[in-house]
């Protein structure tokens, strides 16, 4: 009579069980490689471009894509109305667009986390100063608000950037404090008050990468939104300003042709909402795979 050792599974790492749940929401894997693929695009955008951005084909304007009767194979989605490869600027307005996106959230974050960590510490006079100042800014429309801010800085790419990130502001501080007050009660942090851990320890190396969380999921979806707020100061002229290629001042330029040549503002509009639909989708994916609540 022979016995049979029953061996236990092998746990998985954090890492595996993060892409474990993360690769059960198909629509976030889905959102990741489009992501992906955005990103070489605009990191190798000087080798992938089959033209300059720049490049004004005299005899070649209004072409339309290549597949359509007219149309010319080396310009695959056609030309804009001073002879640009419509291809060749959505592939380094994609650089544009997600370089504007990082640092926008970069920025908001590091400052969201800050004043929030400090709100949630220390309560008081403190907390009520920095969250009516979140009240304020939050009863703006966040677009007009970041209207008004490059209004008086002056139309530029890094103003549009510095309107972005200031307008994105009170959603990590709100998150950051909730997160932070929710934590203070917890033992390790009582533990580490008591075995003399000072306010600048406890803030950032015990509190801080409880917050995490929650703080990167609100960061992918604040990168779609920093993406579709800096096409819409494009679109109004308040963000890069031509030639630059810039996904919504492409759509603010190709306005007056939208009815003769309709692949001049299809093109950009689909490459905003694809891009926003992914970064949502991963998002979602995201809140999946680190919210213990939602884990089967």
């Keep these: 009579m022979t016995t049979q050792t029953l061996s236990a599974p092998t ?14 929401n198909k629509g976030a894997v889905a959102g990741l490689g489009f992501i992906v693929v955005i990103g070489f695009m605009a990191i190798f955008a000087d080798v992938i471009a089959p033209h300059s951005p720049s490049d004004q084909a005299r005899d070649a304007l209004l072409l339309p894509p290549a597949w359509m009767e007219g149309g010319n194979w080396a310009y695959l989605l056609g030309t804009d109305d001073v002879g640009r490869d419509i291809l060749s600027r959505l592939i380094h307005g994609a650089r544009l667009s997600l370089a504007v996106g990082m640092v926008a959230v970069t920025a908001s974050l590091a400052m969201g986390i800050l004043l929030g960590l400090v709100a949630g510490y220390f309560k008081g006079m403190i907390d009520t100063i920095i969250m009516r100042i979140v009240d304020i800014m939050l009863a703006m429309p966040s677009l007009l608000l970041a209207i008004a801010i490059v209004a008086v800085l002056g139309p530029s790419i890094v103003n549009a950037a510095l309107a972005i990130s200031i307008v994105s502001l009170p959603h990590y501080v709100r998150l950051t404090r909730a997160a932070t007050m929710a934590e203070m009660s917890r033992d390790y942090v009582t533990s580490s008050r008591v075995i003399g851990a000072g306010p600048l320890r406890l803030m950032f190396i015990c509190i801080l990468p409880n917050c995490l969380a929650p703080l990167i ?3 992918t979806l604040g990168f779609s939104s920093a993406i579709l707020d800096m096409a819409a100061l494009g679109f109004l002229g308040l963000g890069a300003q031509p030639p630059t290629p810039e996904w919504g001042s492409m759509l603010a330029d ?7 040549a309709w692949w001049v503002v299809t093109f950009p509009g689909l490459m905003i909402l694809l891009t926003v639909l992914a970064f949502n989708l991963m998002g979602d994916g995201l809140r999946d795979a680190l919210d213990p609540k939602l884990k089967q």
């Design 217 to 219: 999921v609100q960061a």
């Design 254 to 260: 190709a306005l007056q042709f939208v009815q003769r």
């Design 11 to 24: 746990p998985r790492t954090p890492l595996q069980e993060f892409w474990y749940y993360f690769s059960s």
